[in-house]
């Protein structure tokens, strides 16, 4: 194959084709990290004492408008701002409010955010007027000790105002939790009735080996097929065929009339129909949550003021998108499947 400026393909779409990897997926789904801080230190996601970027290293708001735009431009409808904290990331708002133009054209269908929710009570009128209409917040607990333990610098009373203040903002909610053994694990029947009472979606999630963090994942970990057997024993569980494009699999629960979503990368494989690539704060694009490779976008982004560079190396790269993942957790493969944190690439 020939070969130039930086093993840039000749070979690869210069039109705006499609983003299609080999195994006939289509990406039309990108998360991108706007930042790896995080005003809290989730004991399953980070260590206490993280050391974080320098910020020359970040992508600018405007190198991620255009990043973002050229994916839109390559087929991308829906694109996820997702962080470490994406509201705690300075002057965030504009980003909402520059790539608002490709919902006017209808180009983007959804603008997302997944946030812990302890920015909202300031910034979700700002979110819901830049066109967000659907956010995702974590919350691991309805305790406010258990929270403080979980989350090491969070407070519950937060994060429940910035639940009211996005609801009163016209924003609709689905709640994430991560499912960890001994701490939440008898909680979540009530979780789920709290949320579903107030008519927010519920999804819980497996612990995923993503990054060094101070303890021992296994001591967390909690499969979400036990958590589902438990459940089936108290609801009437009826699978729903209802999909966001995202990797969780639902289910209604007759008794609350509500939806619960499963994310289990570790007892289910969802692999086959993902259509979505991560982007992380500095511009690395990894095909795969679970698998190290990845391209740097940044070199393209910064190279040329036009955006075909940039688009040869995302062609590039969907080219390599795996098949899969391999992530594990067991007593004896104790080291994380891979070594960035979720903080980086995004949950
Ligand atoms: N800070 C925001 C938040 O907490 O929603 C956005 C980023 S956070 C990395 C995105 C999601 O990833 C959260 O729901 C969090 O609970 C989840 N998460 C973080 N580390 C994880 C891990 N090792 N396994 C599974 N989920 C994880
Ligand atoms: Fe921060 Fe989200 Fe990670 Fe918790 S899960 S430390 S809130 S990035």
Not at 15 to 44: K, M, Q
Not at 291 to 316: F, G, H, V
């Amino acid at each position: 194959m020939t070969t130039v400026d930086n093993d840039i393909r000749l070979s690869t779409p210069t039109t705006n084709a499609e983003l299609v990897d080999p195994f006939g997926r289509h990406v039309n789904y990108v998360r991108i990290s706007v930042t790896d801080r995080c005003d809290f230190r989730c004991v399953y996601c980070m260590a206490e004492n993280m050391n974080f970027l320098p910020k020359k290293e970040l992508l600018s708001l405007e190198e991620l408008d255009r990043l973002c735009s050229t994916f839109v431009e390559l087929g991308v409808k829906k694109i996820r701002i997702t962080g470490g904290e994406p509201l705690v990331r300075k002057n965030i708002i504009e980003l909402f409010r520059s790539l608002s133009r490709h919902l006017e054209t209808g180009q983007l269908e959804e603008m997302l955010v997944t946030t812990n929710g302890s920015q909202l009570t300031k910034l979700a009128p700002d979110l819901y007027s830049a066109g967000v209409r659907r956010i995702n917040v974590s919350i691991d607990t309805l305790d406010a000790d258990k929270f403080h333990a979980i989350t090491r610098w969070g407070r519950l009373e937060q994060v429940l105002e910035g639940i009211k203040a996005a609801k009163q903002a016209g924003l609709k909610i689905k709640l994430n939790a991560v499912a960890l053994k001994g701490v939440n694990e008898h909680e979540i029947p009530t979780m789920i009735e709290w949320a579903h009472d107030q008519g927010m979606d519920f999804t819980l999630i497996e612990t995923m080996p993503l990054g060094d963090i101070d303890g021992d994942r296994t001591d967390q970990y909690l499969p979400l097929s036990k958590v589902r057997a438990d459940l089936e024993e108290k609801y009437t569980l009826t699978p729903n065929e209802y999909k966001t494009g995202g990797p969780a699999r639902y289910v209604d629960i007759k008794e609350t009339g509500g939806r619960l979503g499963f994310i289990t990368p570790l007892t289910h494989n969802f692999c086959e129909s993902c259509n979505r690539v991560r982007v992380t704060c500095t511009g690395e694009m990894f095909m795969c949550l679970g698998q190290d490779d990845n391209a740097d976008l940044r070199t393209p982004l910064r190279a040329q003021e036009s955006n075909e560079a940039l688009k040869q190396a995302i062609y590039e790269a969907i080219d390599r998108k795996p098949k899969g993942h391999d992530f594990i957790i067991d007593r004896n493969s104790k080291a994380p499947a891979v070594s960035r944190h979720m903080s980086v690439t995004g949950g």
